[in-house]
Structures are given as structure tokens and as C-alpha cells.
């Protein structure tokens, strides 16, 4: 089984200020593990990914995680966030089960981001 | 290049009716996920389908199930709707053998 564990529901965070939202993991498989971003009343868009390779990785609009085995952890974070940012970030693993690709999500961080 | 196209965008249905939703793939996908999110909630995993099968389901009752056509395309079923199905219901696709979905903006379905 895998599960998401995203540790803070909202981070208020000042304009031009930096900002870092937490995710840890569990999973008794290889993972691979996602960022998505969902403004209001929309979808899920794919902020950045791990796959392999390179343990930080670079997404979109300036954001970029890190993946740590050691500690399960794979936080999202970005030096100078702007007033565009405030949104909610989710963070998914996506393992193997009976073969298939399937991905869980967390339960989400709202991101609000004060001028 | 068109993405994940859902329809309808809103709907209000009455509990005890049943309800239909489409998701058209990003073109070259083949493998459609769906996903309800409860408000404040992050995704909860429905099922996925691919070549047509539903290959496999998270923890939803009988009363959700779906089809996917030869075009990819998919439908989700709800029947005997309750109050606790409102939701936004999202379809995502991928590649079957690629890592990392595309999704739609969603179904907004309000049960009164």
C-alpha cells in the first residue's frame, strides 16, 4: 500500500518571500512522485515530477523538490512566491500495484500568499 | 493539441437518480483514471481503464462504475445518487506505460 502525507492544510506566506510545502511518502515499492497545482474551480495541473536520476527536480512557474529516500520525503518549494501562486498543491506517489501504474494523492496544502 | 476534455462542466441531480459523465483523452493516451474529490479533500482514486477493461478499482461501491469506448473515451456511472457523492469528479489519462497523468477541469455534480 502507499499513502501521501502532506503535514499542513494552509501556509500563508508573504509576497516575494520564500516558501516550502511539505510531503512525505510511504511505500513498500519503488515510487515515483508528483506535484500538482488546482486553482479554483479547475483541475489538477503538473507543476514538476521524480522519476529517477537527479534527486531535485525543476518544475514549472519556478517551484522545485527535492526527493529524500531516506526520510520519504519529497517537499516543494520556491525562493520568491508571487500574489499568482496562491492556489492548492497536492502531492501524489504513483507505485506499481498488480503491475499497474496507480497514483494517491495527499489531502493538499492551500498555498495563500499575502501581499 | 487538445487535453483532457470533461462534459458536463456542472450538474444538479436529485438523490436516488442515476448520472453519466464523459472524459475524452489527451490524444495519444490510452489509459483514463478516475478521481472524486469531495470539497476541501484531496483525489480519491474510482478506477482506471484500459483497452476497454477496467484493470483497476479503488475503494468505491457497485454503484459507481464506468466504460471505456474504442475511442478511449470513458464514461463514469453513478446510480441511487446520495447527498455524499457531491463532488468534483475528475478524469485524467496517460500513456499506459508512462508515469504522470493529465487531467481535466473536472465535473462539478451537486446531489439534492
Known amino acids: 500500500a502507499q499513502s501521501v502525507t502532506q503535514l499542513d492544510s494552509q501556509v500563508p506566506v508573504f509576497e516575494e518571500a520564500p516558501v516550502e510545502l511539505r510531503c512525505n511518502y510511504s511505500s513498500s515499492v519503488s515510487v515515483y512522485l508528483f506535484w500538482y497545482v488546482q486553482y479554483p474551480n479547475q483541475g489538477l495541473q503538473l507543476l514538476l515530477k521524480y522519476l529517477s536520476g537527479s534527486t531535485l527536480v525543476k518544475g514549472i512557474n519556478g517551484f522545485e523538490a527535492e526527493f529524500n529516500k531516506s526520510q520519504t520525503s519529497f517537499h516543494l518549494r520556491k525562493p520568491s512566491v508571487h500574489i499568482s501562486d496562491t492556489a492548492e498543491y497536492f502531492c501524489?506517489?504513483?507505485?506499481?500495484?498488480?503491475?499497474?501504474?496507480?497514483?494517491?494523492f495527499g489531502t493538499g496544502t492551500k498555498l495563500q500568499v499575502i501581499p | 493539441d487538445a487535453g483532457v476534455t470533461q462534459s458536463p462542466t456542472h450538474l444538479i441531480k436529485t438523490r436516488g437518480q442515476q448520472v453519466t459523465l464523459r472524459c475524452s483523452p489527451k490524444?495519444?493516451?490510452?489509459?483514463v483514471s478516475w478521481y472524486q474529490q469531495a470539497l476541501g479533500q484531496g483525489p480519491q482514486f474510482i478506477f482506471q481503464y484500459y483497452e476497454e477493461e477496467e484493470r483497476q478499482r479503488g475503494n468505491f461501491p457497485d454503484r459507481f462504475s464506468g466504460h471505456q469506448f474504442p475511442n478511449y473515451s470513458s464514461e463514469l456511472n453513478v446510480n441511487a445518487l446520495l447527498l455524499g457523492d457531491s463532488a468534483l469528479y475528475l478524469c485524467a489519462s496517460s500513456r499506459d506505460s508512462s508515469y504522470g497523468y493529465t487531467f481535466g477541469s473536472g465535473t462539478r455534480l451537486t446531489v439534492v
Open positions: 490524444s495519444g493516451h490510452d489509459t
Open positions: 501524489a506517489v504513483s507505485g506499481s500495484s498488480g503491475g499497474y501504474q496507480k497514483v494517491t
